[in-house]
């Protein structure tokens, strides 16, 4: 393939792209203890099949969060209203259909999510999503699947993606990019249990946090054709400088930090082993980010280039860290890279 690399304003990289453009609570509780009953029963009627040595252990209809268990953190950035509006939308729709899962990784029992189109007949392609966040802010909840999900499947594909350890019930601690990392690595084993799943298919999209998370799973050469990271964390030692507030969480929920902070960093920076990473990636951030500074894409981008491996990098002017009023232009523009990137590998 093609080595390309270009910084530049994300106008310009959808020219290059040939990217197209376009586009709580619940309100009534006798529809969610009617959701409840259904989950039972997919949970009941899927987990009969399931293989003895399956690590996948229990899918049910996904159930919107009830608004008071949300983070703090989320909830100031999701009032009760707007999220009110995320459950109508999620009641209304009719032709997707969203399942938590319970599955193994290590010792410990990890919450999931799967997204699909209503009576799937043939093996979907795949789009593996990592969250940001740490702990229970911002964990996957109906705004995510409305937001980051559903255009996807809407497209054909089938979603999957972890809450990490420790979140959302899980068990287990986040380590926020620890032994956490194989709570991704652990979801390809269950994409094999799916009957509705192209495993040769498989494409993977990250933000912030989670496209650390991604970057690492790369680095381990998972079978994923493109990749794309939006607002990536790629170089902790630059964070830190620039953040220094965030030093007391990573001493918290890093292990053996601050003692071996070298280490620990090292492993959850891919500026420090970009010669490991092989698979195709867009990078996209927001040059106005001020909780992941734009620098940590560019950087990657420029260390990528150096070592001939394929990727692009768009940087939309004003973008802040969450980039949710480009998030259809982005989107579609994933889209496209993926389009490009499996015709070139054809």
Same mark, same amino acid.
């Given at each position: 393939?093609?080595? @390309?690399?270009?910084?530049?304003?994300? %106008?310009?990289?959808?020219?290059?792209?040939?990217?197209? #453009?376009?586009?709580? $609570?619940?309100?009534?509780?006798?529809? $969610?203890?009617?959701?409840?009953?259904?989950?039972? #029963?997919?949970?009941?009627?899927? @987990?009969?099949?399931?293989?003895?040595? *399956?690590?996948?252990?229990?899918?049910?209809?996904?159930?919107?969060?009830?608004?008071?268990?949300?983070?703090?953190?989320?909830?100031?950035?999701?009032?009760?209203?707007?999220?009110?509006?995320?459950?109508?939308?999620?009641?209304?729709?009719?032709?997707?259909?969203?399942?938590?899962?319970?599955?193994?990784?290590?010792?410990?029992?990890? +919450?999931?999510?799967?997204?699909?189109?209503?009576?799937?007949? #043939?093996?979907?392609?795949?789009?593996?999503?990592?969250?940001?966040?740490?702990?229970?802010?911002?964990?996957?909840?109906?705004?995510?699947?409305?937001?980051?999900?559903?255009?996807?499947?809407?497209?054909?594909?089938?979603?999957?993606?972890?809450?990490? $350890?420790?979140?959302?019930?899980?068990?287990?601690?986040?380590?926020?990019?620890?032994?956490?990392?194989?709570?991704?690595?652990?979801?390809?084993? %269950?994409?094999?249990?799916?009957?509705?799943?192209?495993?040769? @298919?498989?494409?993977?999209?990250? #933000? *912030?946090?989670?496209?650390?998370?991604?970057?690492?799973?790369? $680095?381990?050469?998972?079978?994923?054709?493109?990749?794309?990271?939006?607002?990536?964390?790629?170089?902790?030692?630059?964070?830190? +400088?620039?953040?220094?507030?965030?030093?007391?969480?990573? @001493?918290?929920?890093?292990?053996?930090?601050?003692? !071996?902070?070298?280490?620990?960093?090292?492993?959850?920076?891919?500026?420090?082993? %970009?010669?490991?990473?092989?698979?195709?990636?867009?990078?996209? !951030?927001?040059?106005?980010?001020? %909780?992941?500074?734009?620098?940590?894409?560019?950087?990657?981008?420029?260390?990528?280039? +150096?070592?001939?491996?394929?990727?692009?990098?768009?940087?939309?002017?004003?973008?802040?860290?969450?980039?949710?009023?480009?998030?259809?232009?982005?989107?579609?523009?994933?889209?496209?890279?993926?389009?490009?990137?499996?015709?070139?590998? +054809?």
């Amino acid at each position: 393939m093609r080595n @390309n690399y270009i910084i530049c304003g994300l %106008v310009l990289l959808l020219m290059c792209l040939n990217a197209l #453009h376009y586009i709580g $609570r619940q309100s009534c509780r006798a529809q $969610r203890n009617d959701r409840e009953v259904e989950a039972r #029963h997919i949970a009941s009627s899927q @987990n009969e099949s399931r293989p003895m040595n *399956s690590i996948l252990l229990m899918t049910a209809l996904f159930v919107p969060h009830d608004y008071s268990t949300l983070d703090p953190f989320d909830q100031e950035q999701l009032p009760h209203q707007k999220y009110v509006k995320c459950i109508d939308w999620y009641q209304q729709i009719d032709d997707a259909e969203f399942l938590s899962i319970t599955y193994v990784s290590d010792e410990y029992q990890i +919450k999931g999510i799967i997204g699909k189109p209503k009576n799937v007949t #043939h093996p979907l392609p795949v789009i593996l999503y990592n969250r940001g966040g740490s702990n229970n802010a911002g964990k996957i909840n109906v705004k995510t699947l409305r937001d980051k999900f559903y255009y996807w499947i809407q497209k054909g594909y089938m979603v999957i993606a972890s809450q990490y $350890r420790g979140t959302d019930g899980g068990q287990g601690t986040d380590e926020l990019g620890g032994a956490d990392i194989a709570d991704v690595l652990n979801l390809f084993q %269950v994409l094999k249990e799916l009957p509705y799943a192209d495993t040769n @298919n498989i494409y993977m999209i990250g #933000h *912030s946090r989670g496209a650390m998370m991604g970057l690492m799973a790369l $680095r381990e050469q998972v079978p994923v054709k493109a990749a794309v990271f939006t607002g990536a964390v790629t170089d902790y030692f630059a964070l830190e +400088k620039l953040r220094p507030d965030l030093i007391p969480l990573f @001493n918290t929920m890093i292990p053996g930090m601050p003692e !071996h902070k070298e280490e620990a960093y090292t492993r959850r920076s891919a500026i420090r082993w %970009v010669n490991e990473i092989n698979t195709p990636i867009l990078l996209i !951030h927001g040059d106005a980010d001020t %909780v992941i500074n734009v620098s940590q894409s560019i950087t990657l981008a420029q260390e990528l280039e +150096k070592y001939s491996k394929p990727c692009w990098l768009g940087i939309y002017p004003d973008g802040d860290h969450a980039l949710a009023k480009q998030m259809d232009e982005i989107n579609e523009t994933a889209w496209e890279w993926f389009g490009m990137v499996s015709a070139d590998i +054809k």
